[in-house]
């Protein structure tokens, strides 16, 4: 009873604090702001993990997205005004450059200094005839440069105006984002801290039993050969299949690695850019873009699946399980097959064989002639 007291008083104090903050960030400017957010974001980053701190640290990140977007807008808003000043100090120069061209074109039949010495009534009319039109080329030279400045700047502040178009799209798919990850946070949690820790120590047992798992031995496989059978028991999202993919040769993971899991958070790359296209099954909550469960397509590569008809139970990425894990990122993609629960090498490569104290770190790990390494974790 105590430990949970103090458990509740240390997140009130913590939401506390960064209520404060927040308050002490929403006086100042809006650059000031941004990097007062920016601040209390990477703050609440160091705070140990709970649900509280969790979606304080997203809603300092909706609101820092929300005024950098906010930013941009003005700094759109400034420029389209520039732009607008310059089309206009463009259309005069055209104009009056177009001017001074047919004036210019004129006089310049008179422009040989001995024709307009002869033709001249006498030599201070020559000379005063000869200083202006050499005036109006002087002239013509200054405004073209001051045409071709304004026409240079014309097209450079567009750009800007572009680039800044295509980065208020992206700052606002992320706000999209970053509310969609809260919302399935909060759907998964159910906005309970006792069933987020949960989560997360279950995941820290996770680690723990892929980290402590021993070597039995190794052998080389052929492509589709049988290398494990989907465990009986999981963690987060029950029982399932862990499959992992990293670039990883087997001689690196020898020399530099030695056994060690470093390279789970170091390598990883996504799965599905090398297994099949196929139209899968996915259950709810099992992405940040699934609210529901639905069947789509997901694969690009040429590989066939670890499993023969599996349905997906978390995505690789930021998922709305991922807070639990190492840099707020699930590493792999998890799955699960009623049916036939063999798991298959993707390819010809080498396989070891890793034991844990429980089928929870029950683990085969295949390096490929392309310096791949893929990993199935929670085998029986």
């Known amino acids: 009873m105590k430990v949970l007291l103090i458990s509740i008083v240390a997140s009130l104090l913590l939401i506390f604090t960064v209520q404060i903050k927040a308050e002490e960030c929403e006086g100042l400017g809006l650059n000031d702001k941004i990097n007062c957010l920016t601040t209390v974001k990477e703050k609440l980053g160091n705070q140990s993990k709970t649900l509280s701190s969790q979606v304080a640290q997203f809603d300092a990140q909706i609101k820092l997205t929300s005024l950098k977007i906010q930013k941009t807008e003005e700094q759109i808003s ?45 030599l201070s009319e020559a000379y005063n005839t000869l200083s202006y039109l050499k005036k109006i080329q002087e002239g013509d030279r200054n405004l073209l ?6 026409q240079d700047t014309y097209e450079e502040e567009k750009v800007d105006q572009e ?9 606002q798919k992320n706000l999209a984002s970053q509310k969609q ?18 989560l997360l120590n279950q995941a820290k047992r996770e680690l723990e039993a892929l980290t402590n798992s021993q070597f039995t031995g190794k052998k080389d496989v052929k492509k589709g050969d049988v290398v494990g059978v989907m465990g009986s028991t999981g963690f987060s999202t029950g029982a399932h299949l862990h499959f992992g993919y990293y670039n990883l ?10 056994g060690s899991v470093g390279w789970y958070f170091l390598r990883h790359e996504s799965p599905t850019t090398v297994i099949q296209s196929r139209t899968i099954y996915f259950e709810t909550l099992s992405c940040d873009d699934v609210r ?33 894990y190492s840099g707020n990122f699930h ?15 993707l390819d010809d490569g080498v396989a070891y064989f890793y034991r844990g ?21 929670h085998l029986q």
Not at 145 to 150: P, V
Not at 181 to 198: F, G, H, I, M, P
Not at 357 to 375: C, D, E, H, Q, W
């Open 78 to 122: 400034l420029l389209s005004g520039r732009i607008d000043q310059i089309q206009g100090s463009l259309g005069s120069l055209t104009e009056a450059f177009n001017g001074r061209a047919v004036e210019t074109y004129k006089m310049a039949k008179v422009s040989d200094p001995f024709l307009l010495l002869v033709s001249a009534d006498n």
């Open 145 to 150: 440069e001051r045409l071709q400045k304004a």
């Open 163 to 171: 680039d800044l178009q295509t980065q208020i799209e992206a700052q």
């Open 181 to 198: 990850q809260k919302a399935n946070l909060l759907a998964v949690t159910k906005s309970d801290e006792k069933r987020y820790l949960d």
């Open 249 to 258: 040769t087997e001689s690196q993971y020898n020399d530099e690695f030695k």
């Open 292 to 324: 529901t469960a639905q069947s789509k397509s997901i694969g690009s590569g040429s590989l066939p699946w670890p499993m023969a008809n599996p349905k997906i139970t978390q995505c690789y990425g930021h998922t709305p399980y991922s807070y639990v």
């Open 331 to 345: 590493h792999g993609l998890d799955m699960v097959d009623s049916a036939d629960k063999l798991v298959r090498a």
């Open 357 to 377: 104290a429980t089928s929870f770190g029950n683990n085969v790990r295949i390096f490929y002639p392309n310096g791949k390494m893929s990993l199935y974790l």
